[in-house]
């Protein structure tokens, strides 16, 4: 069974009419979604709010396939997100946090047998005290011999000292077993000019990779998906060609799709991505990417049902 921790919110989307319409997300949130309705035996890791919108975040989970048997459920509301859409459909985002269901995370203690990947990244690594928590998690999982998984997906208005979460995120990277990234993440990450080469990037990704990852696999958005894998290489595939609407959840779409490839090939351990070959590569990060293009045709997070994705 593959684990996603991590928080569940409400994005606040601008309509055409320019009006705000509530879409259910959060990072970790649509990668259990997208793996669960790719087939995947998901399950989510959360604590969430007792409100309307939690009780929407918890239906959808169960209607996408995702166990939530591992969700607490709290009386603070539920973390909302303002979207900002640009030009060319990317998002940004505002947060309203304070107070919220999801940052009071508590660590659960081990999670069940059976469990083979626990995936973590975005707010829930960033905002106290569940922050701590899921590091708790992270690192006790990755001692018991599961896959950890870690997309950071940087929020930088949330992070008060770039350079102590910097130091935070190295300190994981010896308990990661598969690190995806955004380039812009990256950039950031890495302390980089936002307009550094991907050959910057390229080497800061081969030092993280060297620190702990079996595989550091980047997001490109128009220039498609990249892997630095355990030999080395710097695998590439193009974009899957698609009518962008936006691209809130594409990113969690990818992370979410390379989950379910790897559950479908038995390959849910650091050593068995480490072994991946470049055949093997191609197919993921294709895969993986034609499922993040559909959800880029929608309006929000919508991951593909895995029918979806086999008609392409």
């Not at 950039?187 to 000019?193: M, Y």
């Amino acid at each position: 069974m593959i684990v996603v921790a991590g928080e569940a919110l409400v994005d606040l989307v601008p309509t055409p009419q320019g009006d705000l319409s509530p879409r259910l997300g959060g990072g970790p949130y649509n990668v259990a979604i997208a793996a669960g309705r790719l087939g995947a035996p998901t399950a989510f890791l959360s604590r969430v709010s007792r409100d309307l919108f939690g009780d929407r975040l918890v239906a959808r989970l169960r209607d996408s396939g995702v166990r939530t048997d591992l969700v607490s459920r709290g009386d603070e509301p539920t973390t909302l997100a303002l979207v900002g859409l640009t030009s060319d459909g990317s998002a940004r985002y505002s947060f309203y946090v304070e107070g919220t269901a999801d940052r009071l995370f508590a660590d659960p203690g081990p999670l069940p047998d059976g469990v083979r990947a626990v995936s973590f990244g975005t707010l829930s690594l960033v905002l106290e005290p569940g922050a701590s928590a899921y590091e708790a998690v992270l690192r006790r999982e990755a001692a018991r011999g599961a896959l950890t998984a870690l997309d950071p997906n940087i929020r930088a208005a949330l992070i008060p000292d770039p350079d102590a979460y910097r130091a935070r995120f190295r300190g994981w990277l010896p308990h990661v077993g598969l690190l995806k990234v955004s380039v812009e993440d990256a950039r950031w990450l890495a302390d980089l000019p936002e307009d550094a080469p991907e050959d910057d990037v390229l080497a800061a990704a081969g030092e993280w990779r060297a620190a702990g990852p079996a595989a550091v696999v980047l997001t490109r958005g128009g220039d498609g998906l990249a892997a630095l894998t355990g030999a080395d290489e710097v695998i590439r595939v193009p974009p899957t060609p698609v009518d962008v609407v936006d691209t809130i959840g594409a990113g969690d779409t990818v992370q979410g799709a390379l989950l379910a490839w790897l559950h479908e090939r038995d390959a849910l351990s650091a050593e068995a991505v480490r072994g991946l070959d470049a055949e093997d590569w191609v197919a993921a990060l294709s895969r993986a990417g034609a499922a993040a293009a559909i959800t880029c045709s929608r309006a929000g997070a919508e991951p593909p049902l895995r029918r979806e994705l086999e008609m392409t």
